[in-house]
């Protein structure tokens, strides 16, 4: 399988999929926010400027179609047109538990709320944004000395193994999306109760 990533500004979460020995999938890594992240990490350049927006998403397109997976963690709104065409391949990382703590700000938001548990989201991309059906979640407690840094680095460590454990599940092919319903079902997954739903399977690396 191929998988390409488009990393997050710091991209340690795409870099920690990279590094994962339990995956066989070919994996590239794409930089957006070329002034912040470790550039050694990265495969592929593809800077959104100014004023060429319809460039950017053409090649963004292009990388759609030559990968098998699609894996979002940056900003960027993905216009509407693109996320109808591929509904189903472009799945999006987001730092917060959903449907609670949409958009941008996400940590910070689940900070201010006064929540005693955090989170992180990875969903299909649909033309709504932060809405698309839920694949998993994993979840972090948060104690009142928290700052918003401290909670950064919970979700970091509460989520890397489980970013890994969903393109596992693309790969064995036990990711059922019901687009009529809107949901989705890892075949032979556990629900229980615990910190990551569905629950993994992999060992920490």
């Known amino acids: 399988m191929k ?5 997050g500004k710091g991209g340690s979460f795409a870099k920690y999929i990279k590094e994962s020995q339990i995956l066989n999938s070919k994996i590239i890594i794409i930089a957006s926010y070329l002034e912040t992240i470790n550039k050694s990490n990265v495969d ?3 800077k959104k400027e100014k004023n060429k927006e319809l460039e950017y998403w053409t090649k963004f397109e292009e990388i759609v179609k030559n990968n098998d997976l699609i894996f979002s963690q940056f900003d960027y709104i993905i216009p509407q047109e693109i996320c109808k065409k591929y509904y189903g391949k472009i799945i999006n990382h987001h730092p917060a538990l959903l449907p609670a703590h949409k958009g941008k700000n996400a940590i910070l938001n689940t900070f201010k709320s006064g929540s005693l548990y955090g989170g992180s989201t990875v969903h299909f991309v649909t033309s709504e944004v932060d809405n698309g059906p839920i694949i998993f979640q994993s979840i972090y407690a948060i104690s009142p000395k ?6 950064s680095k919970k979700n970091y460590y509460a989520s ?3 970013l890994v454990q969903v393109v596992k599940w693309f790969e064995e092919k036990r990711v059922f999306l019901d687009k009529k319903n809107g949901k989705v079902l890892v075949l032979n997954a ?3 109760n ?3 739903i ?3 399977e992999i060992l920490n690396e």
């Open 198 to 200: 569905p629950n993994l």
């Open 160 to 162: 890397r193994d489980g």
């Open 3 to 7: 998988v390409a990533i488009f990393a």
């Open 190 to 192: 556990n629900y229980n």
């Open 44 to 46: 592929l350049f593809l």
């Open 194 to 196: 615990g910190f990551n």
């Open 146 to 151: 928290d700052t918003v840094e401290t909670l």
